[in-house]
């Protein structure tokens, strides 16, 4: 390892100080004592995938896949959790406790929870069989607003303190009136808004905050009412999507100050990297089709630089004449050596080396559905990056209709998984087959040591043929935590 790679992992104060004690599940509490130590967890077995049914009056449900190549129903569905209410549209989800509670061996990383668009949250418990998780809780809608007036819900994250995050898009009404609900953890009562009332309304999407550094930083992806309906370029220049992160003082919840992205930037993704003591993270701005640095200056200031720009490019046969990448998903390795992101209407994910993190490389790329296949109607017209157009991408004899869209990264950093959903109106919009056929669920080996992306063949899990119904799979968790679960205090 690099003596730049060790400083930017924080190594030294990281793993040495904090020596690998055992794995999830242990008498130390739950999670890892550190990233690194993460790393060296066991390799995963099960997948939580949250899934939306397609064409039927059907209430969304939790998918569990098996993943483990050992096993007789590898990447099958093993079990599903209905949830008992329509129209949730399931997005994210996130753990009642985290690897911050290691050291605590009261806490248990038993309990998934499920924030929805509708504003409803469910409680999943997982810690009773993890193969066949069942519903512990739902707190209703009318709580949440009466107590935060938040709806929308999108992100969930747990605190060192015993309290879960979830962010509010907007509030009842789709303005972007969004902030961050708290949850008791252990009564899973809601305890009101975390930021403080007279900083609000602000736009409200993703988070994640790093308490070393006193910080928590937000983005604001734009209006529900007007990006639940799907893209429509009538919505930009009216400020009706977002432009700001905003900066936040993790110990007296006030706003310090928004950082301008530009207009219908759109910021939606935020990750900081994996070691507590790192003042480096990225935010996807999918509009845009780039990718920002933000670092902590010398003076203490926060700021953000673009370090990755997405060409779009010139096309006929499509909806509109120039066809973004729609950067709607990105994490990283929890060495922090590697960020990946894909491109949901271009249809390729990208690796890039981060050891350096104000100057990204990329060193593996993979196209895997999306809009751009050749033979098909779009033709490219213009092109900064490519050559020729991509092949369409088959697997196991079936043509993949829509772009890849959702990722979760194996623990070790050898192994991506890849979901093809985000929202409904945007699926039904841009890939029609796949809203009527449903969409897949595949893997991708990683090479870690030079780069580089390569479709597993074996691996494809087809959720259009579901029992009851065509479904779209979203975001992805395993059991014992992930590299996008975590935030080490």
Not at 313 to 334: A, N
């Amino acid at each position: 390892m690099s003596t730049l790679q060790s400083k930017v992992l924080g190594e030294e104060n990281l793993d040495q100080k904090t020596p690998h004690k055992g794995r999830y599940g242990s008498h130390h509490g739950p999670g890892y004592a550190s990233p690194l130590d993460a790393m060296r967890g066991p390799k995963e077995k099960l997948m939580y995938v949250l899934c939306v049914l397609t064409g039927t009056r059907q209430p969304d449900y939790l998918a569990t896949v098996d993943v483990d190549p050992e096993s007789p129903s590898y990447s099958q569905v093993i079990h599903r959790l209905r949830l008992p209410y329509l129209d949730d549209e399931l997005y994210h989800s996130g753990w009642n406790t985290s690897s911050s509670s290691f050291g605590d061996a009261s806490k248990e990383r038993n309990q998934l929870i499920l924030p929805c668009g509708s504003g409803r949250v469910y409680v999943v418990d997982t810690g009773s069989d993890q193969r066949a998780p069942s519903l512990y809780k739902v707190i209703e809608p009318r709580e949440i607003v009466k107590k935060t007036n938040l709806s929308f819900l999108t992100t969930s994250r747990n605190m060192g303190n015993g309290d879960v995050l979830i962010s509010g898009f907007g509030d009842p009404f789709g303005n972007a009136k969004g902030g961050l609900l708290v949850l008791d953890s252990e009564t899973f009562e809601v305890k009101g808004n975390w930021e403080c009332p007279e900083d609000g309304p602000i736009g409200m999407f993703d988070f994640w905050f790093q308490p070393r550094h006193n910080v928590l930083i937000s983005t604001d992806f734009g209006e529900p009412k007007f990006l639940i309906q799907g893209f429509n370029p009538d919505n930009l220049r009216k400020e009706r999507y977002g432009r700001y992160l905003n900066i936040w003082d993790w110990t007296t919840h006030r706003l310090l100050h928004s950082i301008d992205m530009g207009e219908d930037s759109a910021p939606m993704q935020i990750r900081f990297l994996h070691n507590p003591n790192s003042v480096h993270g990225y935010v996807a701005c999918p509009l845009e089709g780039s990718i920002h640095h933000i670092f902590k200056t010398e003076d203490g200031c926060w700021r953000a630089e673009k370090v990755i720009q997405i060409p779009n490019k010139k096309v006929s046969g499509w909806i509109y004449p120039e066809m973004p990448g729609f950067i709607f998903d990105m994490l990283i390795s929890l060495n922090d050596q590697f960020l990946y992101c894909s491109n949901w209407v271009h249809g390729d994910i990208r690796q890039y080396d981060i050891t350096d993190p104000y100057c990204p490389k990329l060193v593996g790329q993979v196209f895997v559905g999306g809009s751009l296949e050749k033979g098909g109607p779009v033709t490219v017209l213009e092109d900064l990056e490519l050559d020729c157009q991509p092949d369409p991408f088959v697997i196991q004899g079936k043509k993949v209709q829509g772009g890849p869209q959702m990722l979760q990264l194996s623990l070790d950093g050898t192994r991506l998984f890849v979901t093809y959903s985000i929202f409904t109106a945007w699926d039904k919009q841009f890939y029609p087959k796949q809203f009527k056929e449903g969409s897949i669920m595949i893997q991708l080996d990683v090479n870690t040591v030079h780069g580089g992306l390569k479709v597993r063949p074996e691996f494809l899990v087809d959720f259009g043929h579901e029992p009851f119904g065509p479904a779209r799979a979203r975001e992805m968790r395993y059991p014992g935590g992930d590299s996008t679960s975590d935030i080490w205090e």
